[in-house]
């Protein structure tokens, strides 16, 4: 299996407990569950940061994040390609089963004898991580980049058991860094030219973490970098929008 594969490789997960570091009394575990913030960074090989054996590309705080978290050494994608490997994150299914299977898929088109390339979403039957942990008492929060419903689809993040949502809904909007829109929720913003989504991602988790640190959390934190910009590199022939 190719260790570094394009669009939705997982390679860094974090565990975080707000429990004290002496074991609590059983009233206190009733109470208190783990917060879990999984941080996926798109296209990132599994040796390009510290935990993993970088060397010349410095990582600290990631460095810090496994010393204190969890770091797994036998970890792959599903798929090759950005939307099914993130409908088997979501949803716990290898590629034999899960609903989403490509970027895109050939359906009929009504009265045509051909067939036109649609997305697909996730249907509502479709189980997530998000919804049983929902199911668990956990506030749930998706950031950053989605892929695997379009507005208005059973897809969307706030239909399959996410609280909240800040991002990009389609995975190709989110080949650009500099987008002229995100969602949040169900609803269009707006951004300013040259607004930087990455650190806005990273603004929004952090509030987010503010907003529920009361309660047990489920932060997915989808980042779209070290993924190339592909949008301006179909003009200038260079994905490099980031300088």
Known sequence: LQRSVACALCLFVCLFTCAPVVPPSA?????????????????????????????????????RLAREGVRFTDFYAASPVCAPSRASLMTGQHQGHTYIRGNSTKVPVPGQSGAAARRLPLRPRDVTVAEVLKGAGYATGVVGKWGLGEPGTTGVPNSQGFDYFFGYLNQTHAHSHFPEYLWRNRERVELPKGTYSQDLFTEEALQFIRRERGRPFFLYLAYVIPHANNELGRETGNGIEVK
């Open 27 to 63: 009233a206190q575990g009733a109470r208190r569950k783990p917060n879990v913030i999984f941080i996926l960074a798109d296209d990132l090989g599994y040796g390009d940061i510290g935990p993993y054996g970088q060397r010349r590309i410095r990582t600290p705080h990631l460095d």
